[in-house]
């Protein structure tokens, strides 16, 4: 499948410069490798296919790992999870959250720390409330498709909204004054952002992030997803991964998580309804929507302390 990529626009003036489409990809190019990016995933596949067999290994491996095992008791004793009472030890924490979610526990610390490094330029960016924001898209993505019947039986969806603005992160490294510029930019809303980044680079965020993600082979569906979580309707092929990024990102920021690249406004609820992404996901309207809604609002709520709490042993980004 091949991924389409937009063509910088030409003729912006000297002030705007955009930068020539192959200096642009090549920069991307040059952006320090991934490569446990992949590993991690294709470790994750094995793992998943053992999993029984594994799971003795998975407990005496996070008992090796205090700041593992901390992250591990917050995770299932935050209110996400809403248990009435405490769980106190590894074992009963891997029983209660199953493989799946220690597996992502496992993996959001690799990928935040793989990722991190490349935005080490003075932008003035919090990191930190970047990444909190996309863990918390990641979290809300796979709450999305699971209320709207989807089920995905890896982690693609997980990863969807943990990657969505993996570009950014990008552009902080490859372009460091443009970002620098489109960072500290107050927008009105999310298609001032995108049309700031491609006036200013010829490319957008989400266009940058999938080109790079692309490049260091990750499943078409993640990419697609990135490429297109501004755009839903137009993917080629995963279209219910794209929508519920998108909804997971506006969902996110309405729970408090603001991200840092940039500063935009939070959706109303009727703006939120209005979004083509939900109706791509849940095409009724009327009751059951807001229903849907109202229950996914709840769960999405309680998303920030659980993202926040697995930071408590971190310093600031």
Known sequence: MVIRFPTPSPGCGPEKRVIPEEELRQRILDCHD????????????????????????????????????????????????????????????????????????????????????????????????????????????????????????????????????????VMAKAFPVEFTQLAHTVYKDEAHVIAAERELLGWDHAAIGAFYLESNRIPQEVVEAVRYHHDPSNAPSHQFFAAATQLADVMALRAGLKGAAETRPVLTDRELLALPSLALLWPRSGPALTGKMRKLTERISKIPDTCRSLFKESSPV
């Not at 699971?146 to 039986?153: E, I, K, N, T």
Request: proline share 1%; glycine share 6%.
């Open 34 to 169: 991934l490569a446990s990016l992949r590993s991690n995933i294709v470790a994750l596949e094995e793992l998943f296919r053992n999993q029984h067999a594994l799971l003795d290994h998975f407990t005496k491996i996070i008992a090796r790992d205090p700041s593992l095992t901390t992250r591990l008791l917050q995770m299932v004793n935050s209110a996400y999870f809403g248990l009435s009472d405490r769980i106190n030890s590894i074992e009963g924490a891997i029983l209660y959250l199953g493989l799946g979610n220690v597996r992502l526990l496992m993996t959001t610390a690799t990928k935040i720390d793989d990722l991190e490094f490349l935005a080490d330029d003075g932008t003035n960016v919090s990191w930190r409330e970047f990444w909190l924001h996309s863990l918390g898209c990641a979290f809300a993505t796979r709450e999305i498709l699971h209320q709207f019947g989807y089920r995905v039986a890896n982690d693609t969806d997980y990863l969807s909204g943990l990657l969505q603005n993996v570009g950014k992160v």
